[in-house]
């Protein structure tokens, strides 16, 4: 059924009968890259939710203070709630268990000065870990340290943004700005792929901006890393236990909506992980019906091609063809148009998936991409159908009785 | 090298059957050039089908070249088709898209003759009914006559026991009648037994012998003297 004749043989069939091997090698090779390019987009839209986190750490809790609204233990409503280097050594010493790292953020805004340069800047005051929390990267000199906090030393690290706007090309490290009328030497410049805000900042050492803003002890927004090792479950019981301590130490009722605020990454993070699996789901699925609409497309031509060859197979079939080899005949064919043009639409799938790169990242689509494993199934399934497909008419053709066959017009 | 003895077939048509062939018995010899002829309805076409293994009888005994044809699976009629007889059929039956020697390469290609002889014997042949020119040619490039003359080739180039052509003048002129008539004489003045259906008089005058059918028995079977063709050619 192999032999080189029968090849030659298919392809001088396929060669002059250029309209039937295109309209059902086009239906396979549309199908395939739908599917490909469809499949893609669902893996784009997963890269792009994962990617809301990637510049971020997983694996923390972000406390914020708010307004009671609700009187509680004596306390009046509408009472503005603060955190203190106080509460940071209460959660270090009551969650040994749970926690891996804390920080305070104060943020403000100052307007930052370099010789003649000046601009308004973010600057945070942080303790040396929530170098983690953002994961922030350093480009050259160090991120704060212990020493820093303890000593309130009047040290920056500074965004690369901001090294720029102020500094140009000059090397920033060991020079001293001006921010809100204080002088901080520079001791580090950061990059952080969150986008150009991020980098449009300034990390002092917590203490030090306590100190410069009338010695108070006042830290903002609290942010605490739990242990990876947790879990999501190990999260969410952490959460609710610092929410119940914090509750309990401010006096906030446990059913005041505003009194604090607990943003937890973990279970955003899960969140968004379930609604891209829907996603993934939503999209396999139309992926699938493609494939479907595809197998029926090719198998309409089948029945559509041995209708059209009924005469040829009955003058063939007089001229001494078996059924075994009108068969073969139909169906080699079928295979071989279905196998070419069902790569080729995979591979055009997957060149214009990674033609695509970012381009589409305003549609929540990232790097879309789709493993050649999955493509490489999808075309083969098409194919084996179609194969499916086409024996029955095949079969069908190869049963009729040449006398029939040839009394076909 | 055929025998026929009692056969019948009858076509169901809806609630009703019609019984076309009602018993023949007849016998052909090698050589032989024979005309079945009869009007339309008379069973000809039924009776050239059945010798052709297209179409099968009811009952009846078939001997082919010594072999008894009975009870055929569709492959094995294919191995018969192709191994004992030749078509010709009155629409030609060319395949379209295939060139004038494709057309005659057909039959070899079944019986698993290589690429290079094939080719060679089909342009042997294309070359007999006097079309080597026409050989790359599709047959929708070529006037009826050429068509018949393609398909005579192709019905020789498996060097069949018999040749059996249906009306194979039904769809030309005279002239071009005569012509095909003229190869089919030279084809059976070679040695070849040739059946030829038809309903024209001058064309079955043209045979060694003819059988008239009528409502599905032989009524008339007797040798003639033959017309030559190329007299009119």
Not at chain 1, 129 to 147: D, P, Y
Not at chain 1, 190 to 214: A, C, F, I, W
Not at chain 1, 246 to 266: E, L, M, T
Not at chain 2, 115 to 125: G, I, S, T, V
Request: hydrophobic share 40%.
């Amino acid at each position: 059924m192999f032999s080189r004749d029968n090849w030659k043989e298919i392809f001088e069939t396929i060669q002059k009968n250029k309209l039937r091997t295109f309209l059902s090698g086009f239906t396979v090779a549309l199908g395939i890259l739908i599917f490909v390019v469809l499949f893609g987009f669902g893996n784009g839209l997963i890269n792009t939710f994962n990617g809301f986190f990637a510049n971020d750490a997983t694996n923390i809790l972000r406390i914020y203070p708010g307004t009671t609204t609700i009187p509680y233990q004596g306390y009046k409503s509408n009472r503005r709630i603060e955190f203190d280097n106080d509460d940071l050594a209460d959660i270090k010493r009551n969650f040994p268990f749970f926690l891996e790292y804390i920080t305070p953020r104060i943020s403000r805004s100052y307007l930052v000065k370099y010789e003649s340069e000046s601009n308004n800047y973010s600057v945070l005051g942080v303790a040396p870990s929530h170098q983690f929390a953002e994961k922030t990267i350093m480009m050259k000199g160090r991120f704060l340290n212990e020493k820093d906090i303890k000593n309130k030393t009047k040290y920056a690290v500074i965004g690369r943004l901001v090294q720029q706007d102020l500094f140009g090309n000059q090397n920033a490290l060991g020079k001293y700005v001006d921010v809100g009328g204080s002088a901080y030497m520079v001791i580090g410049v950061y990059q952080d792929d969150g986008g150009d805000n991020e980098e449009r900042s300034l990390y002092v050492p917590y203490t030090t901006l306590q100190l410069v803003e009338k010695s108070n002890d006042k830290v903002g927004q609290i942010i605490v890393a739990f242990k990876e090792q947790l879990g999501y479950t190990g999260a969410m019981a952490f959460e609710n236990g610092l929410n119940k301590f914090i509750r309990d130490k401010k006096h906030i009722s446990p059913a005041d909506q505003s009194g604090i605020f607990i943003r937890n990454v973990a279970d955003q993070l899960q969140k968004n992980q379930q609604f891209a699996g829907v996603l993934q789901i939503i999209v396999a699925c139309v992926a699938f019906g493609t494939i479907i609409a595809g197998i029926i497309g090719i198998s309409n031509i089948m029945v559509f091609v041995v209708k059209e060859r009924t005469k040829e197979l009955g003058i063939r079939k007089a001229l001494g063809a078996t059924p075994k080899s009108v068969i073969g005949t139909i169906l080699l064919e079928s295979v071989f148009i279905t196998t070419v043009s069902g790569f080729v639409g995979m591979l055009i799938g997957i060149a214009i998936l990674s033609s695509l790169g970012e381009k589409l990242k305003d549609y929540f689509i990232t790097d879309p991409y789709i493993d050649i494993g999955t493509a490489v199934f999808a075309t083969v399934i098409l194919i084996i159908f179609g194969a499916v497909a086409g024996y029955i008419p095949a079969q069908r053709a190869a049963r009729i009785k040449p006398i029939v066959a040839l009394r076909d017009e | 090298m055929i025998e026929i003895k009692n056969l019948h077939k009858s076509y169901k048509m809806g609630s009703n059957t019609l019984h076309v062939l009602k018993g023949i018995n007849f016998s052909i010899d090698e050589g032989e050039l024979v005309a079945i002829m009869g009007s339309s309805g008379s069973g000809k076409s039924t009776l050239l089908n059945i010798l052709g293994m297209l179409d099968e009888a009811d009952s009846g005994d078939y001997t082919l070249d010594g072999v008894p044809i009975k009870n055929l699976d569709e492959t094995k009629a294919a191995k018969y088709r192709n191994k004992f007889l030749g078509f010709v059929f009155q629409s030609f039956n060319l395949i379209n898209y295939k060139s004038a020697m494709e057309n005659v390469a057909l039959p070899l290609y079944y019986q698993k003759v290589g690429r290079k002889e094939r080719q060679e014997k089909a342009l042997k042949y294309l070359e007999q009914v006097g079309l080597k020119e026409w050989a790359g040619h599709l047959p929708s490039e070529l006037s009826g006559g050429q068509k018949q003359r393609v398909a005579i080739a192709r019905a020789m180039a498996a060097e069949p026991k018999v040749l059996l052509a249906d009306e194979p003048t039904g769809a030309l002129d005279s002239k071009t009648s005569y012509e095909v008539m003229d190869l089919i004489q030279k084809i059976n003045d070679a040695g070849n037994t040739i059946l030829v259906v038809t309903h024209e008089p001058d064309i079955a005058n043209m045979c060694k012998r003819i059988v008239h059918l009528k409502d599905g028995v032989i009524v008339e079977d007797k040798k003639i003297k033959q017309v030559r063709a190329s007299a009119y050619v």
